[in-house]
T-cell receptor, first 117, second 112 residues
Framework: EAGVAQSPRYKIIEKRQSVAFWCNPI?????LYWYQQILGQGPKLLIQ????????DSQLPKDRFSAERLKGVDSTLKIQPAKLEDSAVYLC???????????????FGEGSWLTVV | AQSVSQHNHHVILSEAASLELGCNYS??????LFWYVQYPGQHLQLLLK??????LVKGIKGFEAEFIKSKFSFNLRKPSVQWSDTAEYFC??????????FGKGTRLSVIA
C-alpha cells in the first residue's frame, strides 16, 4: 500500500519568511499527526487530527504555526514567520481511526527537512 | 508528564555482536510501548510494539524487546547484529489521554 506522502522534501528559507508543508496520509487513516524532529532529538507531537477535527495541539506554537485538514484527508502545516529554531524535520504520520491513543500503529512519512537561515 | 529515556546516544558494535538498547519511561499507569527504527535516508518504521500480554515481544528482523513493569523498562535486544542494522532506534510510549512520546534515540553503527 502507498505510504504517507509529504512535500516538499527539503526547504531552505530565511528567518521571518513563511513555509508550508503538505501531507497525504495512508488511504483510510482517519488520524493524522504532525511531528517536529530537531536534530539529535526524538520526534515531538505538534498536532493531531481525527478526521478534520483537532484532537491535541497543546505543543503547537500557535503564534507562528498553523495546521489544517479541511476535508479530513490531506493536511497542511504552515510556519509564519519562521525562526532559526524552527530548523527541523517535519514528520507527518497517520493511523487508523480509533479512540485517541488506543495504541494503533502510527505510520510515518519521509519528512520535510526545513532549514531556516 | 511522561518521559522516555534512552541510555545510549551512540552504540558501535561489530557484526555478530549482541545488542541491547536501554529504554526507561516515567508513567505509573497502563502504557503502550514501541520501538521505531530509522535507517539512513528512510522514514521511521515500526520495529515492534507492546500493548498487553506476553512481556517478551518479537518484532521484525530478529529484534525483540522485554517489558519489565517493575523497572519501567522496555529494552530492545538482538542476539547477532548485521551491518544492515545500522540505523537510529527510538523508543516511544503512550497512555490513555496522552500523546506518543519518543526518546531521543540511539544511533547504532555496526562495523565489519
Amino acid at each position: 500500500e502507498a505510504g504517507v506522502a509529504q512535500s516538499p522534501r527539503y526547504k531552505i528559507i530565511e528567518k521571518r519568511q513563511s513555509v508550508a508543508f503538505w501531507c497525504n496520509p495512508i488511504s483510510g487513516h482517519a488520524t493524522l499527526y504532525w511531528y517536529q524532529q530537531i536534530l539529535g532529538q526524538g520526534p515531538k507531537l505538534l498536532i493531531q487530527f481525527q478526521n478534520n477535527g483537532v484532537v491535541d495541539d497543546s505543543q503547537l506554537p500557535k503564534d507562528r504555526f498553523s495546521a489544517e485538514r479541511l476535508k479530513g484527508v490531506d493536511s497542511t502545516l504552515k510556519i509564519q514567520p519562521a525562526k532559526l529554531e524552527d530548523s527541523a524535520v517535519y514528520l507527518c504520520a497517520s493511523s487508523l481511526a480509533g479512540r485517541s491513543y488506543s495504541g494503533n500503529t502510527i505510520y510515518f512519512g519521509e519528512g520535510s527537512w526545513l532549514t531556516v537561515v | 508528564a511522561q518521559s522516555v529515556s534512552q541510555h545510549n546516544h551512540h552504540v558501535i558494535l561489530s557484526e555478530a555482536a549482541s545488542l541491547e538498547l536501554g529504554c526507561n519511561y516515567s508513567y505509573g499507569g497502563t502504557v503502550n510501548l514501541f520501538w521505531y527504527v530509522q535507517y539512513p535516508g528512510q522514514h521511521l518504521q515500526l520495529l515492534l510494539k507492546y500493548f498487553s500480554g506476553d512481556p517478551l515481544v518479537k518484532g521484525i528482523k530478529g529484534f525483540e524487546a522485554e517489558f519489565i513493569k517493575s523497572k519501567f523498562s522496555f529494552n530492545l535486544r538482538k542476539p547477532s547484529v548485521q551491518w544492515s542494522d545500522t540505523a537510529e532506534y527510538f523508543c516511544a510510549v503512550n497512555a490513555r489521554g496522552t500523546p506518543l512520546v519518543f526518546g531521543k534515540g540511539t544511533r547504532l553503527s555496526v562495523i565489519a
